[in-house]
């Protein structure tokens, strides 16, 4: 992303007009209204290419003010080149504090992960959504998709599950897994792992979905039940890792593998770099209050 | 078949099916200032079989569209008697519970196999789609179930995985019988079942038909400008020409004894055959 200070400056508070912001503010508030439902709303061009997540920058400028700390993760790190990009958007533009600390950000944007440590409320939770609509795969017609959802007529999601065991004995499904919102609403989680579902239900944070090609908006207001979709005899059930995180040694967390060297060495880790950090800082003054040597 | 000739609704009375199943009074649907049918009415009783019959552009389609909710009606009724005895009128029900019956207690069929299946999954998940639909949640009998009816429309039942479209003319259609009839539905509408298949395989499907629909006791309301599959599968026959219907009664004796001219002509163009 190639971002001119000087054209920048011209530029309203988190770059988009008062009007605009008013406008997908409407929407969002309709959206946690209506728990899992998706609001369409006027996307705007930014000043980013599409599936850089303009839908989740267009709602993180529209609820970020001045006092918000901001914290931009993609895959669970703060270091990607769309994730710092995201960061330098919103401090030129808004001036806003950036943090990469779970606990210290009251705006988390992300794309792929819901961080590991449990989020408080005041907190939101902002996600980049490529494709919100969960029965498109089966149902290409929008006008057929909204009258499924309207109708709760939720039958075709079974239908992709019940292909996933008999193409391989299991739900294969382990990204944009479906879930229900609040007894209602079916939505697709995209592009998370289900490894994070448990973690939008009755979660105490915001969480706030934007999909900007596809123009829609939805939410999970705090405290909503979030129940993924499963049969009787082949149950949800999120992944396991064998193995600890090799750097921190956190168990029960998202592990992603890191190729060490070109003779196939590689290490599982933490795909949460803040947590992991923290962590291991954590260790580390544990150790040094003990006197001991690391 | 369990239906006794000669009887149009008396027939079924005596055999304790004395209400009818789906009443159609008084319908017509313009497409602007043209007639696609014309003041139509009929009784359907549980367990018969009606044939509609007439050229294209007889106006059988346009009628079949509108007794099956798929078109609104410009004027007239359709009521329906549901399982639990109360009767409705179809166009006055919200479009919710007019969808979940089409896909419970009622079956379509249409010609184009296509139309009424899902060709990009397997023909488990096609069977088993409206039992989902209904709420059921178990992999297991889902497969069951769907094992279960492919073998009664005779598609063997390791290939229960493949795509219809891996799937013969013939297979697809009886693919798409088994898909509508696993909710053990009461109603089926059928819109010219066999037009697409070849003839070799006609005679196999109408058997096919015939059977399942006596063993299921099902109401069916069959399109078709076949006169041959009329006489195989119906009790009843109304005969459709320019949007109205010009006669009407038990399929034997009209197909014996045509009234009307026209039908005299279809008749005998037939059985020269
Ligand atoms: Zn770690």
Redesign the interface.
């Known amino acids: 992303m190639t971002l001119q200070d000087t054209g920048l400056a011209a530029y309203n508070f988190a770059y988009l007009d008062e009007q605009t912001k008013r406008m997908i503010r409407r929407a969002i508030l309709k959206a946690i209204a209506i728990p899992g439902y998706q609001v369409p709303f006027a996307s705007r061009e930014m000043p980013m290419p599409y599936g850089w997540g303009t839908g989740g920058v267009q709602v993180t400028a529209s609820i970020i003010g001045p006092e918000d700390v901001l914290k931009v993760i993609d895959q669970g790190s703060d270091d990607t080149t769309n994730a710092v990009s995201i960061r330098k958007f919103f401090e030129k533009t808004a001036g806003v504090e950036t943090t990469t600390r779970t606990g210290e950000a009251t705006v988390i944007q992300t794309r792929h992960r819901i961080p590991e440590a449990p989020l408080k409320e005041g907190q939101v939770l902002v996600y980049q959504v490529p494709i919100p609509e969960p029965l498109r795969f089966l149902e290409p017609r929008e006008t057929e998709t909204r009258k499924m959802h309207a109708l709760e007529e939720y039958g075709l999601m079974h239908v992709k599950l019940y292909e996933d065991i008999a193409r391989n004995g299991h739900i294969a499904t382990t990204y944009a897994y479906p879930v229900k919102v609040e007894g209602r609403y079916v939505m697709d989680p995209s592009p998370t792992p289900k490894f994070d579902n448990p973690k939008m239900d009755n979660c105490a944070a915001l969480q706030l979905f934007g999909a900007g090609r596809e123009k829609r908006i939805y939410a999970i207001p705090p405290y909503t039940s979030v129940v993924s979709l499963d049969f009787e005899d082949h149950p949800f059930e999120v992944n396991r890792f064998e193995q600890p995180c090799a750097l921190c040694g956190a168990e029960g967390v998202y592990l992603d593998e890191m190729i060490l060297d070109d003779k196939g060495g590689r290490m599982f880790c933490c795909s949460d770099t803040d947590f992991c950090e923290e962590r291991r800082g954590e260790a580390e003054s544990v150790s040094a209050s003990n006197g001991e040597i690391v | 078949m369990q239906i006794p000739n000669g009887l149009d609704g008396q027939g079924a009375e005596r055999h304790g099916r004395d209400k009818p199943l789906l009443s159609v009074s008084g319908v017509s649907h313009y497409y602007g200032d043209r007639i696609g049918c014309r003041n139509v009415s009929f009784t359907l009783y549980p367990g018969e079989v009606l044939a509609i019959v007439g050229e294209s552009g007889s106006g059988k389609t346009t009628l079949l569209n509108c007794i099956s909710t798929r078109m609104e009606p410009t004027t007239g009724e359709v009521t329906y008697r549901f399982r639990d005895g109360s009767v409705k009128n179809l166009y006055r029900m919200g ?2 519970e007019r ?1 979940f019956l089409m896909r419970t207690d009622w079956g379509f069929v249409h010609q184009n196999p296509a139309d009424g299946l ?1 060709m ?3 023909a ?2 096609n069977v ?3 039992l ?3 709420g059921e ?4 009998r ?2 069951e179930t769907a094992t279960d009816w492919l073998t009664k429309v005779e598609i063997a039942a390791d290939r ?2 493949d795509q219809p479209r891996a799937f013969s003319g013939g297979m697809r259609q009886r693919l798409q019988i088994a898909r509508n009839l696993v909710t053990h539905p009461r109603l089926v509408f059928m819109d010219e079942p066999t037009g697409g298949l070849d003839v070799s395989v006609q005679a196999r499907m109408l058997d096919l038909l015939r059977g399942l629909v006596a063993d299921l006791g099902l109401a069916v309301i069959i399109v078709t400008h076949d006169l041959a599959v009329a006489r195989l599968l119906s009790h009843r026959m109304m005969v459709m020409k320019d949007g109205e219907v010009i006669e009407t009664g038990l399929t034997d004796q009209l197909l014996d004894d045509p009234q009307a001219a026209y039908t005299q002509l279809l008749v005998s163009s037939i059985l020269q055959v």
């Open positions: 479009e919710a969808r899902r990009t999954v397997s488990g998940a088993g789609e409206r989902m639909a209904v949640r178990h992999y297991g889902i497969r229960i995985d």
